[in-house]
């Protein structure tokens, strides 16, 4: 029986053991060995005292041993917990601490970050090499770090089963959190399995597919291009973080590696678009462009479908707490020249049920009321890791559902539904969270960072819209002394707390910010103003 | 260092290493490939170059041989300038 995530992979092992399961820069690694490794490395970890339930971050680069590393993590039972190596060692060190990781499992080439971390009070017991890439050696006495060549001793045999069951973790996703402090949405495996099943089955993926793996693995969408390419039997293609800034170089790999099916934000897709000089491309083993995360311009998305028309171009739709929840498929006729709205977020997915309640609580059946969009079924994660009261506002009792006890996600997504009754359309959201090349922002999260600086009497972060990034952030800031501190000292000093994306790209230093009637900083007044010429 | 390469050095140190630890970028060292660049450094280097030297970056010239180092850019923003 196959209900765990890393079951996907025992049984495509068992099916296609000779087959390319994941490239990168020309090398390769088959089913059986990506087997045979990620039983050696879950044995290190069972033996290092990993039980069933423990938490293990994933500190790597897009590499082979991302793919490694987590399904390692699953076979000893644990929950995987992918850190963004990008973010300032403070974050990471509370997420470390926050949901209770010991272990990580990381690479000699994450030697500079790494430790950086292991400076700080992380509170780790041990960090596991999951590749043998040589770089510099780490030193660090304090906590132990186990190489590969040791993890290459164990045996490679299937390693027992720990009793974990589908309701049981696979993952915790750290998103931004208004309060300040990132917040760890927890994921069964039931969760991924039913998303794998319909994407499997609606996308018709098989194991001559070679399906991209851009997203980091901090960000969902990296469920797809990993469990559904191993479900099929398909080939990873691994993407390296610094394709995403260089277009005509993803543009290549997309051609040179035959892609079939590519799963993208839309900034990176409309960034290829303006430079990736698709049309001298032979793409035609492209099959299917998946993008989710934020809004897809029409004006950009138009011109990708002009120049490849021949794949099936799919929305989906999902936050973290869902994954993906809708899906809709594109056509031309949604990206013709007389249409400025973007494309519909779609229908629920198999298995999945999506419903909209308007201000009243009443459901929304008739096109143009609008919303606020609910999710239930596996879909729905299990809350919030150590933070009971923000999972008991997001996490509610279904009110809809009068019959028995049953858990819905309320998305804080304000939809409408189409007048073929059938799709829901994204309006917008009522509070302050944005989006930034499919990244999630709480601005109230950079606003408490500053807030942190004691120079700082009073701060607000606005986002302003941006054809290819989505949102552009400007903070505006209210000093307790006129002279004490620079916007670039206080970008600097965001650096410390938050992640690269989340950094506003100006800081503009006010005597006073403007107020509404009930004394609350007057955000859209503060955004006319970015906007109206000087 | 050329007048166009101190410039766009002086771009790229002010706005979009902010944060990071790194004052100073060298002239022969990979901005991408060592992650000081990313998606959104490009976009906000791409906007740049063309408001700073009234250019325009075209479809085919963001990859490695123009953008891979700063001066490759700098070479790359003068060979643009010399045909216009």
């Known amino acids: ?120 009070d992380s509170q780790l017991q041990a960090v596991v090499f999951a590749d043998e890439a040589t770089e510099s050696a780490l030193e660090s006495p304090a906590v132990p770090i186990i190489p590969w060549s040791a993890v290459a001793q164990e045996s490679d045999a299937e390693i027992a089963a720990t009793g974990a069951i589908d309701s049981d973790l696979a993952y915790i996703l750290y998103t931004s959190g208004s309060t300040g402090v990132p917040k760890g949405v927890m994921i069964a495996h039931r969760t991924i399995a039913t998303f794998v099943d319909w994407s499997c089955d609606h996308f018709n993926v098989t194991s001559d597919d070679r399906v991209t793996s851009y997203a980091p693995l901090h960000f969902d969408l990296s469920t797809f291009d990993l469990f559904v390419t191993v479900k099929a039997g398909g080939t990873i293609v691994l993407v390296g973080e610094h394709l995403s800034a260089l277009p005509d170089q993803l543009a290549a790999l997309l051609q040179d590696e035959k892609v079939t099916i590519t799963y993208l934000v839309p900034s990176i897709l409309s960034l290829m678009v303006r430079y990736g000089r698709l049309s001298d491309r032979d793409l035609s083993a492209l099959r299917l462009i998946l993008f989710a995360g934020e809004v897809f311009p029409i004006k950009y998305l138009r011109q990708l479908m002009g120049v490849i028309p021949h794949p099936q171009y799919h929305n989906l739709y999902g936050p973290t707490e869902t994954n993906v929840c809708t899906s809709y498929r594109v056509l031309l006729e949604d990206v013709g020249a007389d249409r400025t709205q973007p494309v519909p977020i779609g229908e629920a997915c198999a298995n999945s049920e999506v419903f909209a309640l308007d201000e009243r609580g009443e459901r929304v059946t008739e096109p143009g009321v609008e919303g606020e969009l609910w999710a239930r079924g596996s879909c729905v994660a299990q809350g919030y890791w150590g933070d009971p009261e923000k999972t008991a506002k997001g996490f509610v009792q279904n009110p809809l559902n009068t019959a028995f006890r049953e858990i819905a996600y309320r998305t804080g997504d304000i939809v409408t539904l189409a007048p073929d009754r059938r799709n829901w359309l994204f309006v917008g959201r009522r509070d302050h969270m944005i989006k930034s090349r499919g990244y999630r922002i709480e601005l109230g999260e950079i606003e408490s960072a500053l807030y942190r600086h004691e120079q700082v009497k009073e701060a607000a972060v606005v986002a302003i819209p941006d054809d290819i990034l989505g949102s552009r952030l400007r903070a505006f800031v209210v000093l307790t002394d006129h002279n004490g501190v620079t916007p670039k000292q206080l970008m600097t000093f965001c650096s410390q707390h938050l992640p690269k994306y989340m950094i506003p790209e100006a800081v503009e230093l006010c005597a006073v910010l403007p107020k509404t009637s009930s004394g609350k900083i007057d955000r859209p007044a503060l955004l006319r103003q970015t906007v109206a010429p000087s | 260092m050329s007048g166009t390469q101190e410039e766009i050095r002086r771009f790229i140190v002010d706005s979009l290493l902010v944060g990071s630890e790194r004052t100073d970028v060298e002239a022969d060292e990979p901005l991408t490939s060592s992650g000081l660049i990313d998606s959104l450094g490009m976009l906000r280097l791409i906007t740049y170059l063309e408001e700073q030297f009234q250019l325009e970056v075209g479809d085919g010239d963001v990859g490695d041989e123009n953008f891979g180092t700063l001066s490759r850019l700098a070479a790359f923003v003068d060979r643009r300038r010399a045909e216009s």
């Not at chain 1, 390769?28 to 039983?39: H, V």
């Open chain 1, 1 to 120: 029986m196959g209900y765990l995530l890393h079951h996907l992979l025992r049984d495509s092992a068992a099916r296609y053991a000779a087959k390319e399961a994941v490239r990168m820069g020309g090398l390769a690694m088959t089913f059986a060995e990506l087997d045979r490794r990620t039983n050696q490395l879950a044995r290190t970890l069972r033996r290092l005292g990993v039980q069933r339930g423990d938490r293990v971050g994933i500190f790597v680069p897009k590499s082979f041993a991302s793919v490694l590393s987590v399904f390692a993590v699953m076979k000893a039972g644990g929950v995987y917990v992918p850190l963004d190596p990008s973010a300032p060692a403070a974050r990471l060190t509370y997420i470390l601490r926050d949901c209770g990781i010991k272990l990580l499992l990381s690479s000699p080439r994450s030697a500079g970050r790494l430790k950086e971390v292991l400076d700080g």
